[in-house]
């Protein structure tokens, strides 16, 4: 099979996996680097109702090489990172209810569970709700991710990043599993976090053996018939 249709199989899959897990709205976009120039992208419709002959193919200035479909009107922010972030291979943009909570309060993101240990550099909140559709404010967006695998935009969603498709797939689901805890842990009281030596401690085990693969066995199961 053509490498570009693998990677299609493999980004159909990551979408499907995000919509059965219900993060997925009418809107967002997962992007996938398929060469050093070229971006394969979920085109403007909903991310988890795609199909393979939906995808399509830009250029690092966001224009449409190939594909029937339409770029997402927030290209701007994926062309931004990735020019930023040279070993960033794959972009996730969505919206959850848990996420954009956390996006409006002070506190932001707090690693509260073991499943958001790979937050634990932080997540840096983009202080605007616009939607990026600029190249300047996807820029702007950019700096304010820095180094970080996960920004917050307020009022707005949030944007994921990962060198590797399968662990944005982690990193996808457990950013909005460990927001969902700490804002259950909230009414209770306020939450303890993980220290960074904790967090440390369980990203080497998380990231040993078969531990990712074991991940995505499970979500992959809720998922394929």
Known sequence: MDPVELL??????????????????????????AAEDRI????????GKVSMRDFIILNMEGEKLEGFGEPNGETPMHI????????V?????????????????????????????FFYQGTPIFDSPSLIVTPAL???LARVLAGHNSILLRGHGATVVSGDLD?????????????????MASVLGA??????AESRSIVELETQGNALRRFLDYYISETVD
């Open 80 to 87: 931004s990172i990735y020019r930023a972030r040279p070993e």
């Open 167 to 183: 662990e944005l797939v982690r990193l996808g689901i457990n950013l909005v599993k460990n927001v969902r805890i700490q804002i």
């Open 138 to 140: 996807g820029d702007d």
């Open 40 to 47: 394969l992208s979920t085109p403007k419709m909903p991310p």
């Open 89 to 117: 291979k794959c972009i996730l943009h969505y919206h959850p209810d848990e996420l954009i909570a956390a996006s409006v309060v002070e506190q932001g993101v707090k690693v509260v569970a073991n499943c958001g240990v």
């Open 191 to 196: 939450p303890k976090a993980h220290s960074e």
């Open 8 to 33: 299609k199989e493999k980004l159909l899959l990551a979408c499907k996996i995000f919509q059965s897990q219900k993060l997925f709205d009418g809107f967002g976009h997962v992007t996938l680097r």
